[in-house]
């Protein structure tokens, strides 16, 4: 049965702020009556970023309270509270005695509604009178709390509280204390590192066009405008991740992208020079854009429209790509709802060169529909001259597909430029934003009867793989992790152990992929002596600790 909540204060009802706390402190089971003696104290950093950076203010904060009987607290965000100033040595004594000292964790379900917890639950600034405390030893002090956020994250990094004794806070604790936690604010922009600022400030002049969606993704951080909060779901950030490995470095990059939504979005991205990060600005297309066509399938969208178009005519066409890349689906989208007849040269060997073609002849003159011969590039000189002899007057709309152009054999070059039409399909390591989607098309094709979804740690490994075998490797991947659900989250846990994220190593650039490839072999000759392999290396141990550090390399 639920806890009744307590009598609130005699002179009037308790503000809106004050009464979610008190419920949600009753939901946590505590009582007006409750002991402080079980507030927990820990040990913690004082070094931390916070401390750091909020010790100047708070010094000068201390000197200028100096005669009066106020007392400053600063917690961390899990709630710690990490530094205490005050000059009235009674005030802190009597502080001590509900459990505010050093180290203490003081949340909500452990002090009850206070200017230290309830802040640090609501992220936003409070200030109590006496009454509104809700545990009785707390009543007896009033205060102002005010979250103080990191700059660049957005994240929560504490909360800084004024407190004195006495029945009603002075208002204004309210401008002294916004004022010096924007002051820690701007000392945490100080100290953070220099590529998160760059990063900042770029997203901050991409951001001034509010009717524009802008993201930013650091190594450690992503920035997010209120159009970009609305506009993106989960999966589009996984996407964007994606598309961030491939932005060139010295020009921008512009693509169309259908968004977990539907909505069309245009895509301009750029890389952050001094920064390790990329920030995204995404414009709506208009309406009749943005309501054309599915989501994207197993064909490049370009390449599907493309495909579409071709139905019109009854040109030959060639339709190349790697393996598994989706060429016969590709044939399909081009077919539309004609007949599809299929002759693969795989089979020449278990039919012999005549037998196979004459079906081909035969096929090409009285097949009413599309004739896809598949695998061209397996196709002998004579077969691919007899096949070029039939383009031109075949009664069936002929189709070819093949691996890549530039890896065919001369004849087969020769008999793929016969084809008035080539569609290449891009494989999957270059369509990474796609794969959200791609995932989902697959997974209900697989099992329309389970409801389960891809997270975007998930989608971000899947994003991160090579894929050698293209969309029938992807197939495989999604059926064993749909396989292993019938309902809720697919997480990383769930993908088969090649996909999940096992190191760094995928995410580097060419460049520290060679450096971390000549450090791990120096290493290995050297039986793991450092100084030998420094050595051999031709660089410093320390600068081989430094990149053994930064590489990730654990021995």
Same mark, same amino acid.
């Given at each position: 049965?639920?806890?009744?909540?307590?009598?609130?204060?005699?002179?009037?009802?308790?503000?809106?702020?004050? $009464? $979610?706390?008190?419920?949600?402190?009753?939901?946590?089971?505590?009582?007006?009556?409750?002991?402080?003696?079980?507030?927990?104290?820990?040990?913690?950093?004082?070094?931390?970023?916070?401390?750091?950076?909020?010790?100047?203010?708070?010094?000068?904060?201390?000197?200028?309270?100096?005669?009066?009987?106020?007392?400053?607290?600063?917690?961390?965000?899990?709630?710690?509270?990490?530094?205490?100033?005050?000059?009235?040595?009674?005030?802190?004594?009597?502080?001590?005695?509900?459990?505010?000292?050093?180290?203490?964790?003081?949340?909500?379900?452990?002090?009850?509604?206070?200017?230290?917890?309830?802040?640090?639950?609501?992220?936003?600034?409070?200030?109590?009178?006496?009454?509104?405390?809700?545990?009785?030893?707390?009543?007896?002090?009033?205060?102002?709390?005010?979250?103080?956020?990191?700059?660049?994250?957005?994240?929560?990094?504490?909360?800084?509280?004024?407190?004195?004794?006495?029945?009603?806070?002075?208002?204004?604790?309210?401008?002294?204390?916004?004022?010096?936690?924007?002051?820690?604010?701007?000392?945490?922009?100080?100290?953070?590192?220099?590529?998160?600022?760059?990063?900042?400030?770029?997203?901050?002049?991409?951001?001034?066009?509010?009717?524009?969606?802008?993201?930013?993704?650091?190594?450690?951080?992503?920035?997010?405008?209120?159009?970009?909060?609305?506009?993106?779901?989960?999966?589009?950030?996984?996407?964007?991740?994606?598309?961030?490995?491939?932005?060139?470095?010295?020009?921008?990059?512009?693509?169309?992208?259908?968004?977990?939504?539907?909505?069309?979005?245009?895509?301009?991205?750029?890389?952050?020079?001094?920064?390790?990060?990329?920030?995204?600005?995404?414009?709506?297309?208009?309406?009749?854009?943005?309501?054309?066509?599915?989501?994207?399938?197993?064909?490049?969208?370009?390449?599907?429209?493309?495909?579409?178009?071709?139905?019109?005519?009854?040109?030959?066409?060639?339709?190349?790509?790697?393996?598994?890349?989706?060429?016969?689906?590709?044939?399909?989208?081009?077919?539309?709802?004609?007949?599809?007849?299929?002759?693969?040269?795989?089979?020449?060997?278990?039919?012999?060169?005549?037998?196979?073609?004459?079906?081909?002849?035969?096929?090409?003159?009285?097949?009413?529909?599309?004739?896809?011969?598949?695998?061209?590039?397996?196709?002998?000189?004579?077969?691919?001259?007899?096949?070029?002899?039939?383009?031109?007057?075949?009664?069936?709309?002929?189709?070819?597909?093949?691996?890549?152009?530039?890896?065919?054999?001369?004849?087969?070059?020769?008999?793929?430029?016969?084809?008035?039409?080539?569609?290449?399909?891009?494989?999957?390591?270059?369509?990474?934003?796609?794969?959200?989607?791609?995932?989902?098309?697959?997974?209900?094709?697989?099992?329309?009867?389970?409801?389960?979804?891809?997270?975007?740690?998930?989608?971000?490994?899947?994003?991160?793989?090579?894929?050698?075998?293209?969309?029938?490797?992807?197939?495989?991947?999604?059926?064993?992790?749909?396989?292993?659900?019938?309902?809720?989250?697919?997480?990383?846990?769930?993908?088969?152990?090649?996909?999940?994220?096992?190191?760094?190593?995928?995410?580097?650039?060419?460049?520290?992929?060679?450096?971390?490839?000549?450090?791990?072999?120096?290493?290995?000759?050297?039986?793991?002596?450092?100084?030998?392999?420094?050595?051999?290396?031709?660089?410093?141990?320390?600068?081989?600790?430094?990149?053994?550090?930064?590489?990730?390399?654990?021995?």
């Amino acid at each position: 049965m639920p806890v009744p909540m307590p009598r609130p204060p005699e002179d009037g009802p308790l503000r809106p702020e004050i $009464a $979610a706390s008190w419920q949600r402190v009753v939901n946590a089971g505590l009582t007006p009556d409750a002991s402080l003696d079980r507030v927990p104290i820990t040990d913690f950093d004082r070094t931390s970023r916070l401390i750091v950076a909020a010790r100047p203010v708070l010094d000068e904060l201390q000197r200028q309270l100096e005669y009066t009987s106020l007392c400053l607290i600063l917690a961390d965000r899990d709630c710690r509270i990490v530094d205490m100033r005050f000059a009235d040595a009674c005030l802190g004594g009597a502080l001590e005695q509900i459990g505010v000292v050093p180290g203490s964790i003081y949340s909500e379900e452990i002090s009850g509604t206070n200017s230290v917890a309830t802040p640090h639950e609501t992220h936003r600034g409070l200030l109590v009178n006496g009454e509104e405390h809700f545990l009785e030893p707390l009543k007896k002090f009033s205060c102002y709390g005010h979250p103080i956020r990191h700059p660049v994250t957005g994240r929560l990094e504490g909360v800084l509280d004024i407190t004195e004794a006495g029945p009603t806070a002075n208002p204004l604790f309210v401008p002294f204390v916004q004022r010096a936690v924007r002051d820690i604010e701007e000392r945490l922009l100080e100290c953070s590192p220099r590529g998160e600022r760059f990063l900042l400030a770029a997203f901050q002049s991409a951001a001034k066009r509010r009717s524009h969606a802008v993201v930013a993704f650091g190594a450690d951080i992503v920035l997010t405008n209120p159009t970009a909060v609305d506009l993106l779901e989960a999966a589009d950030h996984a996407v964007l991740r994606a598309l961030a490995s491939d932005v060139p470095a010295d020009r921008p990059m512009v693509r169309t992208l259908r968004l977990a939504s539907g909505r069309a979005v245009t895509v301009e991205a750029a890389r952050i020079g001094g920064a390790s990060g990329t920030v995204f600005r995404l414009v709506s297309e208009t309406a009749d854009g943005a309501a054309s066509g599915n989501r994207i399938g197993h064909v490049v969208p370009g390449v599907e429209h493309r495909l579409a178009r071709l139905r019109e005519t009854r040109s030959p066409v060639l339709i190349s790509g790697e393996p598994g890349s989706g060429r016969s689906h590709a044939v399909r989208t081009l077919a539309g709802g004609e007949p599809i007849v299929t002759l693969d040269a795989a089979d020449v060997p278990s039919l012999g060169e005549g037998p196979w073609g004459d079906r081909l002849a035969d096929l090409a003159a009285t097949h009413q529909g599309v004739l896809a011969v598949e695998e061209i590039q397996l196709l002998s000189a004579a077969l691919c001259v007899r096949l070029t002899g039939m383009l031109p007057e075949s009664a069936a709309r002929l189709v070819l597909t093949s691996c890549p152009r530039d890896s065919l054999a001369a004849h087969v070059a020769a008999l793929a430029a016969s084809c008035v039409s080539h569609v290449e399909l891009p494989p999957l390591r270059l369509r990474r934003h796609e794969l959200p989607a791609l995932v989902e098309r697959i997974a209900r094709e697989l099992r329309p009867e389970v409801n389960v979804r891809f997270t975007p740690s998930a989608l971000t490994a899947l994003a991160a793989q090579q894929w050698p075998g293209n969309l029938r490797e992807l197939l495989v991947v999604v059926r064993h992790a749909v396989g292993a659900r019938s309902t809720g989250d697919v997480t990383v846990a769930d993908l088969p152990e090649s996909c999940r994220p096992a190191s760094e190593a995928r995410s580097l650039t060419p460049w520290e992929q060679a450096e971390l490839d000549a450090i791990v072999a120096a290493l290995r000759d050297t039986g793991g002596n450092k100084r030998q392999a420094a050595e051999r290396l031709g660089i410093s141990r320390s600068t081989l600790y430094n990149r053994l550090r930064s590489l990730r390399i654990t021995l």
